[in-house]
């Protein structure tokens, strides 16, 4: 479906300063000439799962990044793409990269600015409890707007200092369910924006790290076997360079592809997922390959919405794509068809597969080429042989011929804790849960990463927590296996 063209500006108060006062009141020293670096992610804060719906996605196009120095002109952050595109229910638990620049020039800035456009939310009725999917017709298309007014604050950077910024988007703030339930959306409404120094005070990053930027997917570009560096071309971000290292872990799929768990077998036209951590002069560290094809194609990726009736046919709501290097079945629909509904048809299916990334897995069903086996909230992958824009009120349609399990993103409140597992209740309708559900935790390599706690340890009773997970369904013991935790 065809967008509206509605343009956000969000100025956000940088909330904090890279240089303080000491506790004598002594002045921080003036800036030192020179430039800085400065790199620049956006998260997302979730809301507390409303009762009467389920938020499926929320998307919108980055325009452009500023800083606003106290005396002179602005200083744009260049975009990591011309047209970048996020989803922000994917980023409830994760970090997408906006763009870096090493020339920021020493000196105070009192805001650091944020343009958006063409945002849309999808968000679908909710069956009775206890019931998983979207209520029959339910799945609906909300639009709107707002612009915010600049907010004074200060924000001191030095000569060859790096550094990070997270701009984080509340989606509680931003998002109002009337009692009909039904959402509208604002943001530039109070308190939807805010920003904050990497990396957070609490996590499992290491000395030198800014950030986790995981599950960037993409079509590999480019690799310099010398370096040990990869280059994925994504549908939505751009291009992201990575440099494996010691530490980086070659997923089970280069086994079950035939090549080695070494940097070879990174190869050029491949379809697969680089999980890296943002670094403090803005480059990348590949801290996991995980190959998904081993050709280029069309893919979607998306979240089930209703419990297939049919074999062969059930919905989506797509959240990430990747684009053939040729000959290209979606072309150049990328900003209509991220965020949108999609009906997939399976024709000629392979045996259904789980992109477990080496991860602990507890004993599943799933596979087979039943769409029948698929669960609301679960997240696949589809590769596409045939592909149908949406137009009018009739939804996209896609013909596929493989589907990959891979990872959910949601949240909801922890229940109790029994590291390495804990129980978490409260989810999105969608899951139709009324009991907690356990999650698995990976203590090994590759493990599961913390945002807001440095570890397993680390998580209570009642914390709200985000999550990006395989998710198994309900009939099997533990749901839930989690590659990323995040506590806001």
Known sequence: MKRKNT???????VAFSLHSCSGTGTPSPPPVGGNATVSVVLTATPLVPPPTISLLSFSAVVTGISLSPVT????NIPLNATNLIVDLTKLQSDSVFLGASTTIPAGTYSAIAVSFSNPVLWFCAANPPGTPGCSPGGVTKVTGGGTAA???TTLTLTGNQKTGVAVSLNLANAITVSTQGVPTFNLAASKVLSAATLP?????LTTGQLDFVEDVTGVVSAINATAQSVTVQTATYGLLTAKAGTATVFSPNCTNFNLNLSFSCVTQGHVASLDTTLLSDGTFALTEYDPLATSTGDWIEGVVTTTPTSPTQFQLMANDLVIASTGSLIGTSVGTLVGAAVNVTLVNPKVFTVDTKGLTVPATSFGGTDAAILRPGQTVAVHLTRFTLATGT???????????????RLAGSISVVSAPTFSIQSLPPLFGVTVPLEVQLSTGSPSTNYDGVANATSLSSGQTASMRALYFGTTTATPFSAAKLRVP
């Open 394 to 408: 009739t939804l996209a349609a896609a013909n596929a011929d493989t589907v990959i399990l891979r990872f959910t």
């Open 150 to 152: 600049p907010i004074t």
């Open 7 to 13: 343009l956000l500006f969000a100025v956000l108060g």
């Open 200 to 204: 957070g005070a609490s996590t499992s």
């Open 72 to 75: 002179g002109t602005l200083v």
